[in-house]
């Protein structure tokens, strides 16, 4: 037999393919704790980022070390200690029959139709165990893609130290430029809450004027991007409200000692 039958083609190709796929294969085993390892190291990065925590020579691990997690159901605003944390996805909470919930059509501000139950929050204390601030996850429609990100709260719970998201598919140069660090800046030392504890902070159409009477609570509306800047104001409306952290928050002023009223 010649070495150009179809037999022997295909005995050749065959043999190819179980050999690519068992390398393969193989690879993604291998792999898998590295991978792993990656995707919460690319998490904790992202969550420093957005409270404005990473530093330049010092490791994500290292920087990260201050902050603990912890489960909230947010209906209550207490801690959840039945789900083990380490294991937890809040995505694919929110789909699931046990931990997600619907969210009716009037209360969707952040038009995401389901969240989960319980949400993962990051808490960081000094050495004395006094609080010092708290990151917390939101997400929300913009016009093209959902966007995730982290806010970071100082311990009086409504200065804002951060607010980046770290994934979402706006278009770059309009609802993408959330990513543009000058945007980004603005956030930092904006009130979320007004002195009665209701949500003050706004997303403009526009820029913010700097004699603003209002100046602390807006931030500039992304020039192009209306749908974009309107997803962003909303999802943090959800966020912040009785659906989303108000009860967590409520708990923490309480036990933390920031309570106005
Ligand atoms: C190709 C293309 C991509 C767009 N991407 C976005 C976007 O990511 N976010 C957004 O809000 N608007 C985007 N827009 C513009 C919206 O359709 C809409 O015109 C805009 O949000 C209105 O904002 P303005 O009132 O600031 O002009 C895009 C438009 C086009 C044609």
């Known amino acids: 037999m010649g070495n150009d039958t179809i ?9 190819l393919s179980i050999v690519c796929s068992v390398v393969v294969s193989g690879a993604a085993v291998f792999l898998r704790s590295d991978q792993l390892r990656n995707k919460d190291l690319d ?36 801690y959840h200690e039945d789900i083990d944390i380490a294991t937890f996805d809040q995505r694919k909470a929110a789909k ?23 949400a993962l929050v ?6 004395e165990g006094l609080l010092q601030q708290m990151i917390l996850p939101v997400h929300g ?3 093209w893609s959902t966007l995730y990100g982290f806010l970071a709260l100082d311990s009086d719970m409504t200065t804002i130290n951060g607010f980046a998201f770290y994934e979402h598919g706006e278009t770059p140069g ?20 007004d002195e009665n504890w ?28 209306t749908i974009t800047s309107r997803g962003v104001r909303d999802l943090l409306r959800y966020w912040l409200g009785e659906n989303g952290f108000k009860h967590f928050l409520d708990r923490l ?3 933390e000692g920031t309570d106005r009223g």
């Open 141 to 143: 429609k913009g016009l």
């Open 7 to 15: 037999k022997k083609t295909l005995i050749v190709a065959g043999l």
């Open 174 to 193: 309009l609802g993408g430029e959330v990513d543009n660090p000058r945007w980004k800046a603005q956030w930092i030392g904006k009130k979320a809450f």
């Open 43 to 78: 998490k904790k990065k992202n969550i420093l980022m957005a409270a404005g925590l990473l530093e330049k020579g010092k490791s994500v691990e290292e920087l990260f070390a201050k902050f603990e997690a912890k489960l909230v159901d947010l209906a209550t605003g207490e």
């Open 253 to 255: 002023r309480a036990s």
């Open 198 to 225: 209701n949500i003050g902070i706004e997303v403009l159409k526009g820029k913010v004027i700097p004699n603003d009477p209002k100046f602390q609570y807006r931030v500039d509306g992304l020039s192009g991007a």
């Open 122 to 127: 990051y808490i960081a204390r000094d050495e």
């Open 96 to 118: 699931s029959p046990e931990y997600g919930i619907p969210i009716s059509k009037e209360l969707d501000l952040a038009g995401i139709k389901n969240r989960s139950k319980y």
